[in-house]
């Protein structure tokens, strides 16, 4: 199999085939058609059970996103047509419940099961946002590092128990026009029956780091020596805060069994 996109008139492909993240937007804000169509479309992603676990929340005041900018050390957090936040949400399923059916439900509600059917239902319905802002014609890009500060970041947005922030999305105007960025070789994330050998994984990373290094040493902005393997060996050497992220979850009442 190979590793390209090919040329097709459907455009819904198309849009996916030419996906990428935009970090540079024009001082054009989005309109409330296009804010509305953008969540719309993300509602209409699958959802496990139909619990529609997830809440998304536009920041629009400057002063938050600009706090939040200076947290995450990430400029386009600020400089955007629209800031989605998307939010882990188990909070919706028990309002409707009476005090006991609450105690009753927490068992459930703090098990790793739920926690982890939000977090799906929350990433399928950022990747419909996200594709529906492109087939609008605007760009995106998907942050975790909103989450850099975390336990502020839940401050900010006043979210109770039950509800996670997981990453934003930037939307805008394109102001730069990036390469689009090479993937791993299909037979790298697709086997049929079991899981690829150690060895044959070994040669599809090396021929894909290659082009890896030429794509990073050749693109038209950000030029530098790297690969996809070591620039992720190296990232996940890094020392990250003992506990903090599972401390702050079981806070929530979340991933706690």
């Not at 492909?13 to 935009?22: E, K, Q």
């Not at 950000?222 to 690969?227: I, P, Q, V, Y």
Request: charged share 25%.
């Amino acid at each position: 199999m190979n590793n390209t996109s090919s040329s097709t008139t459907n455009e819904v492909l198309a849009t996916i085939m030419s996906h990428r993240s935009i970090r540079k937007f024009k001082n054009e804000e989005l309109t409330p058609f296009q804010i509305e169509t953008i969540v719309r479309a993300a509602q209409m992603a699958s959802s496990s059970r139909f619990m529609q676990a997830y809440s998304i929340i536009g920041l629009t005041d400057p002063a938050l996103k600009r706090e939040l900018s200076e947290i995450a050390k990430t400029p386009y957090i600020e400089q955007n047509g629209h800031l989605f936040i998307f939010c882990a949400d188990l909070k919706r399923l028990t309002v409707m419940g009476t005090e006991q059916e609450k105690q009753d439900m927490r068992m459930m509600l703090e098990s790793s099961y739920l926690y982890q059917i939000a977090v799906i239902d929350t990433a399928l319905a950022a990747q419909n946002a996200a594709l529906a802002a492109e087939s609008l014609g605007l760009g995106a890009v998907m942050m975790q590092s909103v989450n850099k500060d975390i336990r502020r970041l839940d401050q900010m947005l006043a979210l109770p128990e039950y509800v996670v922030p997981l990453f934003g999305i930037a939307v805008g105007v394109p102001d730069q026009q990036p390469e689009v960025k090479p993937r791993l070789p299909l037979e790298a994330v697709y086997s049929e029956n079991r899981y690829p050998s150690e060895s044959d994984m070994r040669e599809q990373i090396e021929a894909y780091d290659d082009g890896m290094r030429h794509y990073y040493q050749t693109r038209s902005e950000n030029n530098r020596d790297a690969c996809w393997s070591r620039s992720h060996i190296d990232l996940l050497k890094m020392q990250l805060p003992v506990g903090s992220m599972t401390e702050y979850l079981h806070d929530k009442g979340v991933n706690r069994s």
